[in-house]
Every structure is written in C-alpha cells, then in structure tokens.
Nanobody
Framework: QVQLVESGGGLVRVGGSLRLSCTAS????????LDWYRQAPGKQRELVAT???????NYADSVKGRFTIYRDNAKNTVYLQMTSLKPEDAAVYYC??????????????WGQGTQVTVSS
C-alpha cells in the first residue's frame, strides 16, 4: 500500500522560511519522480515543484528562486524548502507521485496535505 505522509506545515510570517517533508512507503522510492502541489481556498490545485529519480528539478515560475525541492533516498523522503514566503504562498501543500507499473496502468498517489499559513 502506497502512503505519502507530509509534515512541516505551519504559520510563518511574510519573508520567513519553512521546510515541508514527505515520507513515502510502499514504493521503490529511488525510482520515482515526486511532486509538491498546493491548493489555496477557491483555487485549483497547482504544481509547485518536481524532482525526478535522477534528481532533476522543475519549478513553477511563481516559486523559482525561493523554493527548493530535494530528496533523500535513504530516508524515502522528499523535501520542499520554502524561503521568502509571500501571502500568496499560503495553501494546503500536497505530496504526489505517479506510478506506472506498465504501459497501460497509471496510478496517482497523494498525501493528506499540510497547511501553510503566511501572516503579514
């Protein structure tokens, strides 16, 4: 059974920093790409950052230069280091991975989400 468990959310002031963690189980972690998404009230869920199995990263334009995604394969954990936080970064942040056991099957897995609140 695949599980993604996020932690690290909380309340932070504008300009502050926060690190989110997502620990996975039930997958061969080192083989998979992982993503962080976020969803603010009344808005669609949006992709924030992706890290591939090879360690390549990609970011939404809105967070480039401020957020860093990285992984520790020994701990089955992916992180999102967030700095220079803005009010518009406030959202529920979700960890995600997509597993393709074969060419015909695709499975999406999500964590339960962790709330990030940014106060001015």
């Amino acid at each position: 059974q695949v599980q993604l468990v996020e932690s690290g959310g909380g309340l932070v002031r504008v300009g502050g920093s926060l690190r989110l963690s997502c620990t996975a189980s039930g997958i061969v972690f080192r083989r998979e790409s992982l993503d962080w998404y976020r969803q603010a009230p009344g808005k669609q869920r949006e992709l924030v950052a992706t890290i591939t199995s090879a360690g390549s990263t990609n970011y939404a334009d809105s967070v480039k230069g401020r957020f860093t995604i990285y992984r520790d394969n020994a701990k089955n954990t992916v992180y999102l280091q967030m700095t220079s936080l803005k009010p518009e970064d406030a959202a529920v942040y979700y960890c995600h991975t997509q597993i393709r056991p074969n060419i015909e099957e695709v499975y999406d897995y999500w964590g339960q989400g962790t709330q990030v609140t940014v106060s001015s």
